[in-house]
């Protein structure tokens, strides 16, 4: 199986880099072909990484098809570049799964214009899985956005 993780720079610090980390690692040693791409730059602000990403999103995804993506999600400009990065996977017609890390994700969409709430919301509902690392977000995307989700 081919898996394509999509995520902040894993040169960078914080929890998000060290869950993509041991990831790749413990990727590495199955029988599982993963590739990674960044979204971000190791350091400051910098839209480049990004655009160089989505270029790499479009090679992997006709030259090296996976079977799935994996995204890495926090919150702010995480979000908007997951959902362009979702936007593109759908037109490939290739599944994601969504990976939250984020405890600010809640704030974020609760203080987003509802026009954004829907886009994320649409993101979520699109993608085969959406991985929480707490209970209390599960709760909240329960609720707003996944009313049968077990």
Known sequence: MKIL???????????????????LDNFQTSQLDCSFISTTPKKGKSALPFLLALFKLVLQVTLNRPNIA?????SRGSTYRKI???VILRLFRLPYIV????GEFLDF??????????????????SKQVIV??????????????????
């Open 99 to 102: 990976h939250i890390h984020s």
């Open 84 to 86: 362009v990065i979702s």
């Open 5 to 23: 993780i999509i995520g902040q720079n894993i040169s960078a610090g914080g929890g998000l880099v060290e869950v993509e980390r041991a990831m």
């Open 133 to 150: 690392l707490s209970e209390l977000i599960k709760t909240h995307l329960k609720i707003n956005i996944y009313r049968d989700w077990e």
């Open 70 to 74: 994996h995204l890495h999600m926090a």
């Open 109 to 126: 969409f609760q203080n987003s214009p509802t026009l954004v709430k829907k886009i994320i919301t649409r993101t979520l509902k699109n």
